[in-house]
Each structure stands twice: as C-alpha cells, then as structure tokens.
C-alpha cells in the first residue's frame, strides 16, 4: 500500500448517485492503495452526509467549494453536478491548481466550452472526461478492427441508441429535463455517441442536420402532477415510481429533498418540460463519413445498434442491455467481409458499471501506468468537439432541419 502522501488527493463535488457511486464508494472501494477522498461538496449538506455514509469515509464535508478547495489544496477535483454547472467548478478547480474529472458531458453551451478550454490553457493542469463508452470492452474492440482496417475505409455509419421506459422516463424526472440545465438529450446523452463516433472516426464532425420532437413526455401526456408521491393519477399512469419502496433513493434523495426541493420522482408529464425524446441527425464527418444517429427514450428495449459501412464491408453491432426476451449471453460483433463471408466476434459481459467501462476508466485515470493504446482516455477536446456536436444538432432541429456547421459555432483547435 502505498504512503498516504503518494496517493491521488481528490475532493469530490456533487454527491448525487454519480458522485456516490462511480466516484465515491466504487474509486474508494477499489483503488484506495491509489486515491484519498480529502472533501466532499454539495450544496445539499445533507445529501453530502448521507453519500459520506454510503462511501464509508470519513472526509469533511463543504456547502463552499472554494473553501473546500483553499483548506485542502486536492491533486484531483472530480466534478458531478448538474451539467450547466461543470464549468464553474471545472473554473475554480484548475484555479486552485488541480487536475479535473468532469463528467460527462464537459458543458452545455459554447461560451462554457471555451470558458473551459481558456482556463485550462492558463492553469497548466488538465481536464479528462469520463467517457466511460470509450472502455467498454466492446467499443475498445470496434475500435481495434478500425484501426485495422477490418473493412477497408470508413464511409458511412448507422447509429441508433435506444432508452427504455424505465431509464429513458429517468431522463423527465429530474433537471435533465430542462434544455438550459442538461443541454437537452443530444448534449447530455448524445454527447456519449457523438463522441464514441468522433472517437472510433478519428475525425471531427463538420455538419449536422438535425429533427426532435416530443412525443410521450411532457405535454404530450393526457394528465399530469407535480411529482408521483401523492398523486391522485397514481393507479392509472405506466410511469407512476414509488419512490418509498427505495431505500437508497430515499436517503440519498428524498429525505434531502426537504432542503432544495429537488425531488427524484417529478411528473414526466410536467408541462413545462421543454427537451425533445425523439431525436434523429445526420453527421457529416472531417473525412468523408455520413453518419446517421438516432436516439429514443419510451422503448420497450434498451441498448443500441450500430452498423459501419466500409469500402471492403460491415460491421453490425447489436448490443442488448435489456429487452422483454432473453439476451445474448455476450455481445455479437459480426464482421462481415464483401466476397468473404462472416467472422463472428463474442464479447462477454464483463462486471462494473457501463459493461466494464466504468472500472477501465478509473484504472485509467488512477491507476499510475496504465497503457493506453487505444487513445480511450479523452480531454477537454474530445468533451468539447461532442457537446458541440450536440449543441449543432439541437440549433438545426431549432431551424427545421437546415444543416449547422460545427465551425459556424465555434473553432476548436
Ligand atoms: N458517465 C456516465 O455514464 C454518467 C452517468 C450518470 C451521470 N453522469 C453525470 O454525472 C453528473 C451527476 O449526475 P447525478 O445523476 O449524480 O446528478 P444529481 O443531480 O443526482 O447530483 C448532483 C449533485 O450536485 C449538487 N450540486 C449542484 N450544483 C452544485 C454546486 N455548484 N456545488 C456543489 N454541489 C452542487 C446537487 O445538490 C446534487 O447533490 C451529471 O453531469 C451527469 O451527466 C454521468
């Protein structure tokens, strides 16, 4: 084991389940001879302590991220709130001279990006992203037959994501339901695809064409409430969550509700929910690719499919995350060769959080030494070029359609 002094210092902001789980229980858990929680910060002071429980630690808690961070000088700052605030606790971090984990996506607005990448540059430290779709060891393995060009060049990509009634409803229960918190779903979801794309690319998308709509959450409902505890509707609605059956949630959101009023359990019908849940785009990449993506979140299944069209074939992905039948024991990557028949590839499902990706991720980034041979860990350019990817996709959806081009946003070396 290693002195305390060599290990990583990190000071944990936000300690909603993200926080709680990846990045406090799951990192103390398992790279404690690498890692040492010095702070913990949330404005909610109560959510804090119930997450400190859960963690096992003993670190002290702050309301004041600054005071936080002037008291304990941390290696690390790993940021997990609300995605409109990254860039403020990203800002002060580097400021105060640490290194940042952001979480996915880095921001929600162009002025934010470069916010971010300007003090970056000034601070000399640096910012990952936690992509953690980049470690699954599926796309680790999509990414090897790329770069081996299993099916010649790249020309065009398929590339569809689907969100179940139960993680897609998630979505319209909290503030990720409000463009100007989350971005809308083409940020804050999207920004996993996109950057998965640009990733197994190698390339910068230019131009986005963009539709959405909303068509089962929102005001697209035929009754609504403010929230499931308590409402008359209770017996008649698909997406009614009792929220007291849940003993982890209730600690860690509904007791500490009575502080901010930030309930888990809020109406998807709500009116004035304002983010679309159908979402489709085509993508024009750096070198030539067309991609078409899509992303719907009331499916009776979960997972995704992805297709990529080469000069000498395909490859087809379909992954099963959770469907009304029984899956696959493992993922299926099927390469098929034109003139050559099929080479069929079993990826198992490995244990941890995003089907491996979230334990790789933290190896990656806590682990002193570990190899990166296929560029899975991101920077501040890799979460900026997806949230702006995004933010095209929401303003061409904005105008009908019309085709916005990335660099008309912003320039991004
Ligand atoms: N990589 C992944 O796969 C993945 C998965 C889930 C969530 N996330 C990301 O993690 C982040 C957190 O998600 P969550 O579901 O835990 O959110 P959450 O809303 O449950 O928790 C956020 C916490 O941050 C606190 N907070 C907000 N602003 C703050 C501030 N300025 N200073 C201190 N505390 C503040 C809130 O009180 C809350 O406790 C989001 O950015 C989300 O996109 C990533």
């Known amino acids: 084991m290693k002195h305390a002094s060599l290990k990583n210092r990190y000071a944990l902001v936000g ?62 700052v790993i940021v997990c709130t609300r995605d409109s605030d990254h860039d403020e606790v990203i800002v002060k971090a580097l400021g105060a001279g640490a290194n940042v984990v952001s979480e996915k996506p880095l921001t929600t607005t162009v002025d934010k990006i470069h916010r971010i990448l300007h003090a970056e540059k000034t601070s000399g430290r640096h910012v990952d992203v936690s992509f953690n779709y980049r470690f699954a060891p599926l796309s680790a393995k999509i990414k090897e037959l790329l770069l081996e060009q299993a099916i010649g060049k790249v020309t065009s990509v398929d590339f569809h994501w689907f969100l179940d009634t139960t993680h897609g409803a998630a979505y319209f229960r909290r503030w990720h339901a409000y463009e100007g918190s989350s971005g809308g779903l083409f940020v804050h979801k999207a920004t996993h695809h996109f950057d998965l794309l640009n990733w197994f690319l190698d390339a910068d998308p230019i131009s986005v064409s963009a539709m959405s709509s909303q068509r089962k959450y929102g005001k697209a409902g035929s009754f609504r409430s ?12 698909e997406f009614f969550f009792d929220i007291t059956g849940n003993d982890y949630l209730s600690a860690l959101y509904e007791d500490p509700s009575s502080i901010d009023g930030y309930v888990r359990d809020a109406c998807v019908y709500r009116e004035d929910i304002d983010i679309p849940d159908t979402m489709s785009a085509l993508v024009r990449y750096s070198n030539g690719v067309q991609a078409t993506y899509s992303l719907n979140t009331y499916m009776p299944i979960e997972g995704h499919h992805l297709a990529i069209n080469g000069t000498h074939g395909r490859i087809e992905i379909r992954q099963f995350h959770r469907q009304p039948w029984t899956e696959p024991p493992a993922d299926e990557i099927l390469v098929i060769r034109n003139f050559k028949g099929v080479e069929r590839i079993w990826i198992p499902h490995y244990s941890g959080g995003h089907f491996g990706g979230d334990d790789r991720l933290r190896d990656a980034l806590f682990k ?26 929401v303003e061409s959806a904005r105008r009908d359609g019309k085709a916005i081009l990335l660099a008309d946003l912003a320039t991004i070396s």
């Open 368 to 393: 002193p030494g570990t190899p990166d041979p296929l560029g899975q860990r991101a920077g501040s350019r890799a979460g900026a070029i997806s949230v702006l990817c995004g933010l095209a996709a």
């Open 226 to 237: 403010a929230r499931c505890k308590g409402c008359s509707h209770a017996g008649k609605c």
């Open 15 to 76: 300690t909603g389940h993200r926080g709680t789980g990846m990045w406090g229980r799951g990192l103390l858990k398992g790279w404690s001879d690498y890692v040492d929680l010095v702070g913990i910060c949330d404005l909610n002071t109560l959510r804090a302590e119930r997450s400190r429980e859960m963690m096992n630690s003993s670190a002290p808690i702050y309301a004041d991220r600054d005071e936080m961070l002037e008291r304990h000088r941390p290696d690390t």
